[in-house]
Structures are given as C-alpha cells and as structure tokens.
C-alpha cells in the first residue's frame, strides 16, 4: 500500500470533478461549513 501511495496514489481529475459537480466544495471551505462554534 506504502509502495502505491508513493507511485501513483490518487489521482483526482479536480477540474473534471468541478464540472460535473459544481456545488462542491473545497476542503476549506467544507470545514468551514462544518465546523461547530467552540460554545455550542
């Protein structure tokens, strides 16, 4: 497994991935969206 994450891994089309999904959204942005306030 090492040995592939190495050689090849993943290999994500991000571009192609946005068009056919265009409400996703970066991990940033996702994190944000997800993240609870430290009160709650």
Same mark, same amino acid.
């Given at each position: 497994?090492?040995?592939?994450?190495?050689?090849?891994?993943?290999?994500?089309?991000?571009?192609?991935? +946005? #068009?056919?999904? /265009?409400?996703?959204?970066?991990?940033?942005?996702?994190?944000? +969206? #997800?993240?609870? /306030?430290?009160?709650?």
């Amino acid at each position: 497994m090492f040995q592939w994450f190495a050689e090849s891994g993943y290999q994500a089309d991000i571009p192609t991935l +946005r #068009r056919l999904h /265009p409400n996703t959204l970066p991990l940033e942005a996702f994190l944000r +969206r #997800r993240a609870k /306030p430290a009160d709650a």
